[in-house]
C-alpha cells in the first residue's frame, strides 16, 4: 500500500478591500488556522488581508475560505508551493494599520495601475521606452532582478515614497511608460497606485509578481536574472520555484550566496560578512551555542523549536 503524501502545501494570499472589522476578521482566521494545523503569518488591516501559511491541503483551504468569504475578497491573489517540511514554525494573526506597510494613509490601492501576465510583460519591459522599478528592498534585489530594472535600494517599503519623490521622479519623462514588480504581487499593486496618486499616468504591474513569472516563463524565454529571496525558510527559489541556493544568516536574516558562504566572517547559524563586525562576542556566542543545539536536534531526527522565521514579511 503507498504512503499517504506528507507534503506541506505553502499559500502567500494577498487582498485589497474593505473590512469593517479587522479584530473580528483576525480571531476568525485564528481560530480557524489553529484547528486546521496551520502555521505562518496573517495580516489584517482595514485595506485588506496578506499573508503566507502553511501545513495539511485541506487545513490550508479551509483558511483561505475563510478569507475568501469576506466581503470584496472572493477572488484574493493566492500562490501556492509544496515542502517536504514545514516552513514556519509558529502562528501570527496580527491586526495591522496597513497590510503592507508604506506609510502613506491616503493611498487607495483599489485604483491601482494596469496588470500584466508574463508575456505583456516581457513585451513592455523589453521596450527601451519602459522606466522598470523594482519595488522591493536592497537585500531581495542583491539575490535577483529583472534586467534593466532601476534599483532604489530601500532598507523597507515605506521609504519608498521618500525614494520616487526624490530620485525616482526624475526617471519618469512626462509620458514614459512605468513598470513595476515586487515578489508576489501586493507591493508593486500598492507601489503603482501611489504613482498614479502622485500623477503618473501611465503605469504597469507584473500580477502575481516574480513568483508567478518563475512558475509560468520557461527559463529560455525569461528576462529574469539570479534567484528570488523569499520570506520563508526556503529563502530564495529559482525559476519553476525550484530551491534556490541561497542560505539564511541567522545572525542578520539576510541572504548569504554560495560565494558570501566561502567568506572567513561566515560561520553558519552565527553571522556574515554583513553583520560579522556589528554583532558581539555575547551575541555570538549565543548564536554558536543555538546552531550546536540545531545540530544535535538534526542528528536525532528531531526539529529544533528555536528556529526563527527568517525575515518579516512584506509580500
Given at each position: 500500500m503507498a504512503e499517504a503524501s506528507t507534503a506541506i502545501r505553502i499559500a502567500a494570499v494577498y487582498g485589497f478591500a474593505h473590512v469593517a472589522d479587522p479584530e473580528a476578521v483576525r480571531a476568525a482566521l485564528e481560530a480557524r488556522a489553529e484547528a486546521a494545523a496551520v502555521r505562518g503569518t496573517l495580516l489584517v488591516a482595514h485595506e485588506g488581508v496578506n499573508g503566507t501559511i502553511a501545513g495539511p491541503a485541506e487545513g490550508v483551504e479551509t483558511v483561505l475560505d475563510l478569507i475568501r468569504a469576506q466581503p470584496g475578497l472572493a477572488s484574493p491573489e493566492i500562490k501556492y508551493a509544496d515542502a517536504d517540511t514545514p516552513p514556519f514554525h509558529r502562528l501570527k494573526v496580527r491586526v495591522k494599520a496597513e497590510i503592507v506597510t508604506m506609510g502613506q494613509p491616503g493611498v487607495d490601492a483599489s485604483d491601482a495601475g494596469v496588470r500584466l501576465d508574463p508575456v505583456a510583460w516581457n513585451a513592455l519591459i523589453a521596450d527601451p521606452g519602459t522606466v522598470i522599478i523594482d519595488t522591493r528592498n536592497d537585500y531581495e534585489a542583491e539575490v535577483g532582478a529583472f534586467a534593466g530594472a532601476v534599483q532604489p535600494n530601500t532598507r523597507t517599503f515605506r521609504d519608498f515614497p521618500d525614494w520616487f519623490r526624490g530620485e525616482g521622479r526624475a526617471l519618469v519623462e512626462a509620458g514614459a511608460k512605468v513598470a513595476m514588480y515586487c515578489t508576489g504581487g501586493i507591493r508593486c499593486e500598492k507601489a503603482t497606485a501611489f504613482l498614479k496618486a502622485e500623477g503618473v499616468e501611465e503605469v504597469y504591474h507584473l500580477d502575481g509578481g516574480i513568483l508567478r513569472y518563475l512558475e509560468a516563463v520557461p527559463e529560455q524565454e525569461s528576462l529574469w536574472r539570479?534567484?528570488?529571496?523569499?520570506?520563508?525558510?526556503?529563502?530564495?527559489?529559482?525559476?519553476?520555484?525550484?530551491?534556490?541556493?541561497?542560505?539564511?544568516?541567522?545572525?542578520?536574516?539576510?541572504?548569504?550566496?554560495?560565494e558570501g558562504r566561502t567568506s572567513p566572517l561566515y560561520a553558519e547559524g552565527v553571522c556574515c560578512a554583513r553583520c560579522h563586525d556589528t554583532m558581539s562576542d555575547e551575541k555570538r556566542r549565543a548564536h554558536a551555542e543555538r546552531q550546536r543545539q540545531v545540530e544535535i536536534a538534526a542528528r536525532r531526527g528531531a526539529r529544533h523549536i528555536g528556529v526563527r522565521p527568517p525575515a518579516k514579511g512584506e509580500d
Open positions: 539570479g534567484e528570488c529571496f523569499v520570506f520563508d525558510e526556503r529563502v530564495a527559489v529559482r525559476h519553476g520555484l525550484e530551491p534556490g541556493s541561497h542560505v539564511l544568516c541567522r545572525g542578520c536574516r539576510m541572504p548569504v550566496s554560495v
